[in-house]
């Protein structure tokens, strides 16, 4: 087979900034989002919680972790009252025994008190976690490189200092390429949460090396194809906050991405989570409180975003402005299959071409679908992005059986 990638149209294009993307009022939501999570996190057992995907842990963490990213770019009175409730939870004494007794736990349970360290910080507390951090059986549990980041940024909010060296951000997927074809939820996480990490939420961009970018960029940009294609909202939104984290200005693609989230949000009153569906099995719960359970998390992530997208000069888009005049999103979706329920969105009718062409390359992919794959290829003025590559590599290895 014989294929020529070329440089997708229109990327190094840049027309004038366009206004914030979305809304500031979402800030004020996500807030009361936390509020409301956090009443049914604690009022509910944790055999209620565990059914429902959640635990009172992970919902004070995960709140403290939105605030320390709202915190330089947004304060009101709502926030300083949640940071004072999280952070009286976070040193319980229910928790502080548990950080005296599980030293190989210690940096998982000291999330939210780490996270309002810069606001909320005690003597006592912090001589406990140091004796904690540094016990015989601290670094006692096995972990994932992105997940060694974490509690090496962890470490630096309690010593002052940033603990992440660049060999520990090159031991991540950020130093390789995600698989874009065949790659889990779980893979896509490990490079948003290690980009997290390693640039402390956009607070630290210089803590990815500068000539990594464009290729962290590129990887980013294709994996949008993917997680708009399965409507996985919380993925998608993760994979847009890489460009105030990296901060570096966006493209037609990344913009469009960006208002397809906004308008789904806009629809549904909240971003959906593909966990939604769980709300109906989640025994011991009423049904309110399961859907505020099951859609905390990608609530919290379109929370970010509104804050951090200001920090980013995103394309002004309208039909037909970009990459290709006259051919919406909608139009050029693959078809076939599920149809992504955001098609009926109005930034379904952006262009935002090599999107469509490398969903339908993934979906050709997973379903086996091999010559399809090599006709989508050959078409002449395929775009050199990094799931073209893969998808080019993978029909090369296949002629060689």
């Known amino acids: 087979m014989t294929c020529t990638l070329t440089s997708p149209a229109g990327s190094s294009t840049r027309p004038a900034p366009s206004v914030q993307p979305i809304e500031a009022g979402w800030i004020d939501r996500g807030l009361d989002m936390c509020e409301r999570a956090l009443d049914v996190a604690l009022a509910t057992d944790d055999a209620a919680l565990a059914k429902a995907g959640a635990s009172v842990a992970k919902v004070v963490a995960e709140s403290a972790i939105l605030l320390r990213i709202l915190h330089p770019h947004h304060r009101s009175d709502a926030s300083v009252r949640l940071a004072a409730r999280l952070a009286q939870v976070a040193v319980d004494p229910r928790t502080l025994a548990a950080l005296a007794l599980h030293a190989s736990a210690s940096f998982e349970l000291a999330v939210p008190y780490l996270v309002l360290h810069e606001q909320h910080r005690s003597a006592r507390v912090d001589?406990?976690?140091r004796t904690a951090f540094a016990a015989r059986a601290a670094q006692g549990r096995e972990l994932h490189p992105h997940r060694r980041l974490e509690r090496l940024w962890l470490?630096?909010?309690?010593?002052?200092?940033?603990?992440?060296?660049?060999?520990?951000?090159?031991?991540?997927?950020?130093?390789?390429?995600?698989?874009?074809?065949?790659?889990?939820?779980?893979?896509?996480?490990?490079?948003?949460?290690?980009?997290m990490y390693a640039t402390d939420f956009g607070r630290d961009p210089g803590g990815v090396p500068e000539a990594w970018k464009p290729r962290l960029i590129a990887q980013a940009r294709s994996a949008l194809a993917g997680a708009l294609d399965e409507d996985d909202y919380d993925l998608a939104g993760e994979l847009l906050l890489t460009w105030p984290f990296l901060a570096v200005p966006a493209g037609p693609v990344e913009s469009a991405a960006l208002a397809v989230v906004r308008d789904v949000a806009k629809a549904v009153g909240?971003?959906?989570?593909?966990?939604?569906?769980l709300a109906d099995g989640a025994a011991g719960l009423d049904e309110g409180d399961a859907v505020v359970l099951s859609t905390y998390h990608t609530s919290f992530v379109f929370t970010a975003l509104a804050a951090l997208a200001p920090l980013v000069d995103w394309q002004p888009l309208a039909p037909g402005s970009a990459c290709t005049p006259g051919a919406s999103l909608a139009d050029r979706w693959p078809a076939g299959g599920r149809r992504p329920g955001w098609l009926t969105v109005p930034a379904a009718e952006l262009p935002a071409d090599p999107l469509p062409l490398e969903a339908g390359l993934r979906r050709a992919v997973r379903e086996h679908r091999l010559a399809e794959v090599a006709e989508l290829l050959s078409q002449p003025g395929t775009p050199a992005t990094p799931l073209t590559?893969?998808?080019?590599?993978?029909?090369?290895?296949?002629?060689?059986?």
């Open 127 to 129: 001589a406990l976690l």
């Open 270 to 277: 909240t971003l959906p989570s593909l966990t939604l569906g």
């Open 389 to 401: 590559r893969q998808a080019l590599d993978l029909v090369e290895r296949l002629s060689l059986l």
């Open 155 to 195: 470490l630096g909010m309690l010593t002052g200092r940033r603990e992440i060296t660049s060999d520990d951000v090159a031991g991540t997927v950020l130093a390789h390429e995600i698989d874009l074809l065949h790659g889990t939820r779980d893979d896509h996480y490990a490079f948003t949460h290690a980009l």
